[in-house]
Nanobody, 118 residues
Framework: QVRLVESGGGLAQPGGSLRLSCTASGSLFSIAGMGWYRQAPGKDRELVAE???????VYADSVKGRFTISKEDAANRVNLQMNDLRPEDTAVYYC????????????WGQGTQVTVSS
């Protein structure tokens, strides 16, 4: 099992910045990568950004050029720097760890609220 603990999030004004962090513990050998998903009210959960253990990254088109995912291997942590935030970025953000032997068994954090509003 893998435990994911998220921090960061909160309220930001349009154009502002926030930083999310997620620290993993447990059976880390079973993780093929980590990333962030989000779910806005009434919408499906969607990928925001993810990074493999080799450092390859994938971003949603809506956040390219504004969000940056990074990892700290020594701390088993993945970060999401969110700049130029927009109201449509408002959602619950979930840390995700990709299970190496089948994404249907991915690990999830508890979620952290990000609200972008003036």
């Amino acid at each position: 099992q893998v435990r994911l603990v998220e921090s960061g999030g909160g309220l930001a004004q349009p154009g502002g910045s926030l930083r999310l962090s997620c620290t993993a513990s447990g059976s880390l050998f079973s993780i093929a990568g980590m990333g962030w998903y989000r779910q806005a009210p009434g919408k499906d959960r969607e990928l925001v950004a993810e990074m493999t253990t080799e450092g390859d990254t994938v971003y949603a088109d809506s956040v390219k050029g504004r969000f940056t995912i990074s990892k700290e291997d020594a701390a088993n942590r993945v970060n999401l720097q969110m700049n130029d935030l927009r109201p449509e970025d408002t959602a619950v953000y979930y840390c995700n760890a990709a299970y190496r032997w089948g994404r249907e068994n991915d690990y999830w954090g508890q979620g952290t609220q990000v609200t972008v509003s003036s």
